[in-house]
């Protein structure tokens, strides 16, 4: 059996990645196809691999403004030849799924999330473009939505990293799908013997991840907080943070460890599609206040191993940080790392394998046989 794996872009290395690198062990002679692909900023498991580019790859630019393609990455997907592959995973956050397979192969989605820029939050990446990208959204927005639900129908299964994008996988595109949470590491983070008064809140430093909320909420009440993360806002949060606030635009991995098992516990403002920061912090033995919306709500026990705040304001999440240090003697390091290994990657490997085969059994089931030579009476086609 062929195997191809379908990344949207290869730029980095984030969450989607990461479950990338579980799917290459699963199928160690799959081939990948991506839009764009920079091997420098690759892992060496992935830089290694087998990766085919679209045309979007051979546009000026590509690998650092791959985004202003979007319109025409479609487009390109369809001009992938994948007639040689009898199973086709998609890894889909960006365009991916909407490859077109042989009938008879099998093609399964894993959903980080369907494209939030032009469905939930359309109207905020607007507002946060540029002139020209704000001019052009509304003109490609309602063609590229209407490609996005229409090619979900060309998988035979769809899996989402969480039940909130499982809820809007069936929003946007009229589909089921069954959630197959992502693999952490888990097995790479400890607790540490000594533990600070610093707070930490840690991701990529723009809008939606809401850390200006987190800064004004430390710099009113004098807390410290450690804000790990680079991105457009930190000259602003800069700016507006007070003494009791430091910044650190990267750690290495020694570093981030250290961060997150000595913390008095990890501030998660943002709503997202499952979050592995949280997972990773927990598996630290730290506790997590976390945003009470999103993927959030699926790590974090509340009361257990952490506790929601229900507003996006600075004061309802200083309400949540006085709540905090009231609950905080009666928390047990040993729920959270508990809690924290549910996500281990064992777990992910085989429910994806188990969702894979069934589709496999269900798709053999439904085809007729496909002939291996054309009728003798009808030249066969090119």
């Given at each position: 059996m062929r195997v191809a794996i379908i990344h949207?872009?290869?730029?980095?290395?984030?969450?989607?990645?990461?479950?990338?690198?579980?799917?290459?062990?699963?199928?160690?002679?799959?081939?990948?196809?991506?839009?764009?692909?920079?091997?420098?900023?690759?892992?060496?498991?992935?830089?290694?691999?087998?990766?085919?580019?679209?045309?979007?790859?051979?546009?000026?630019?590509?690998?650092?403004?791959?985004?202003?393609?979007l319109?025409?990455?479609?487009?390109?997907?369809?001009a992938l030849d994948l007639s040689a592959y009898d199973l086709v995973i998609s890894c889909e956050a960006g365009p991916a799924k909407g490859i077109i397979t042989r009938p008879d192969a099998v093609h399964v989605t894993y959903c980080h999330?369907?494209?939030?820029?032009?469905?939930?939050?359309?109207?905020?990446?607007?507002?946060?473009?540029?002139?020209?990208?704000?001019?052009?959204?509304?003109?490609?927005?309602?063609?590229?939505?209407?490609?996005d639900m229409a090619s979900a129908a060309r998988s035979d299964r769809i899996l989402a990293n969480s039940a909130y994008v499982a809820a809007r996988v069936r929003k946007f595109w009229g589909r089921e799908a069954q959630v197959v949470h992502p693999p952490v590491e888990t097995s790479l983070f400890a607790p540490a013997d000594d533990v600070s008064d610093e707070y930490l809140w840690a991701g990529q430093l723009i809008p939606y991840k809401?850390?200006?909320?987190?800064?004004?909420?430390?710099?009113?009440?004098?807390?410290?907080?450690?804000?790990?993360?680079?991105?457009?806002?930190?000259?602003?949060?800069?700016?507006?943070?007070?003494?009791?606030?430091?910044?650190?635009?990267?750690?290495?991995?020694?570093?981030?460890?250290?961060?997150?098992?000595?913390?008095k516990a990890l501030v998660f403002t943002s709503e997202e599609d499952f979050g592995m920061i949280p997972v990773e912090v927990m598996a630290s033995g730290r506790p997590v206040i976390a945003y009470g919306r999103g993927g959030a709500l699926e790590s974090v026990v509340a009361g257990r191993t952490g506790l929601f705040y229900h507003g996006s304001s600075r004061d309802d999440l200083l309400d949540a940080l006085d709540r905090f240090e009231d609950w905080?003697?009666?928390?047990?390091?040993?729920?959270?790392?508990?809690?924290?290994?549910?996500?281990?990657?064992?777990?992910?490997r085989a429910a994806i394998a188990g969702h894979i085969d069934a589709a496999l059994t269900k798709h053999g089931a439904q085809q007729a046989p496909w002939p291996v030579s054309a009728p003798q009476d009808q030249p066969a086609l090119a």
């Open positions: 949207y872009w290869l730029v980095q290395m984030r969450g989607g990645e990461r479950v990338l690198e579980h799917l290459c062990d699963m199928y160690p002679d799959a081939d990948i196809f991506t839009h764009v692909v920079n091997r420098a900023k690759l892992s060496p498991k992935l830089a290694a691999r087998t990766i085919h580019t679209s045309w979007i790859s051979r546009l000026p630019f590509a690998t650092r403004h791959y985004q202003k393609y319109p025409l990455m479609p487009a390109a997907l369809e999330s369907p494209m939030r820029y032009i469905w939930d939050q359309y109207h905020q990446y607007r507002r946060e473009s540029g002139m020209g990208a704000r001019l052009m959204m509304p003109l490609f927005a309602p063609r590229l939505r209407q490609w809401l850390p200006d909320v987190a800064v004004a909420a430390f710099t009113a009440s004098g807390r410290r907080l450690h804000v790990v993360g680079a991105g457009p806002m930190l000259p602003r949060l800069k700016s507006m943070a007070g003494p009791s606030i430091r910044f650190s635009e990267r750690l290495d991995f020694k570093a981030l460890r250290q961060a997150y098992a000595t913390c905080l003697p009666g928390f047990e390091p040993r729920d959270a790392m508990s809690r924290a290994a549910d996500f281990a990657p064992a777990r992910f």
